[in-house]
């Protein structure tokens, strides 16, 4: 019985940083002029607070009927979301630390170049990880320090009721 709390405890560390992969649909972006800014490539939910990273990928070619098309090469400039600090320097990857529970959309910007059968379009996607943020438990000393604090407070007020009797 005494292995109980312990096999608990674990159980409850292991669950709270459950990470869970995900992969966008890869989308189609027109590129005016040869480049994109600020695309909408996904979006996804969060239902607690989390830490997310990830990187988009780009498409190099299109395969329709058995006839494989070769599509312009894609260099990022920005990958993430919109108004978050992002913690990864590189252009095509992402990192954020404790994100909040809700939905985001992951944007994309970057040119086009080379040769393609689409010039002026690409397709684009991404693949990202979450990580869950463990709320901490207060400590039992916390809760004894806050008691012993209600209790001091109790025994002034008390003490100060019993004075102004007196007087």
Same mark, same amino acid.
């Given at each position: 019985?005494k292995?109980?709390?312990a @096999?608990l405890?674990? #159980?409850?560390?292991?669950l709270s &940083?459950? #990470?869970?992969?995900?992969? /966008?649909?890869p989308?189609f972006? =027109?590129a005016? !002029?040869? $480049?994109?800014?600020?695309a909408v490539?996904g979006?996804?939910?969060?239902?607690?607070?989390?830490?997310?990273?990830?990187s988009?990928?780009?498409?190099? *070619? /299109?395969?329709w009927?058995g006839?494989?098309?070769?599509?312009?090469?894609?260099?990022f $400039?920005?990958? !993430?979301? =919109?108004?978050?600090?992002d +913690?990864?320097? *590189?252009?095509?990857?992402?990192?954020?630390?404790?994100?909040?529970? &809700?939905?985001?959309?992951?944007?994309?910007?970057g040119?086009?170049? !080379?040769?393609?059968?689409?010039?002026?379009?690409a397709i684009?996607? #991404?693949?990202? *990880?979450?990580? +869950? @943020?463990?709320?901490?438990?207060p400590e039992p000393?916390?809760?004894? +320090?806050m008691?012993? &604090?209600?209790?001091?407070?109790?025994f002034? #007020?008390?003490r100060?009721?019993?004075?102004s009797?007196?007087?």
């Open positions: 019985m292995f109980k709390p @096999v405890a674990l #159980a409850a560390t292991l &940083g459950a #990470a869970m992969a995900t992969t /966008v649909e989308t972006v =027109s005016a !002029g040869g $480049s994109f800014t600020d490539i979006t996804f939910t969060l239902d607690q607070a989390s830490n997310v990273s990830g988009v990928i780009a498409a190099t *070619s /299109v395969s009927n006839l494989e098309l070769p599509l312009q090469s894609v260099s $400039s920005f990958a !993430g979301i =919109s108004g978050k600090t +913690l990864d320097a *590189s252009a095509n990857g992402f990192s954020y630390a404790n994100l909040a529970a &809700g939905t985001y959309q992951l944007l994309a910007s040119t086009l170049s !080379g040769l393609g059968a689409l010039n002026g379009a684009v996607g #991404a693949q990202f *990880s979450t990580t +869950l @943020v463990a709320t901490p438990a000393a916390t809760y004894a +320090l008691l012993a &604090g209600i209790g001091a407070l109790g002034l #007020a008390r100060r009721n019993g004075n009797r007196n007087q």
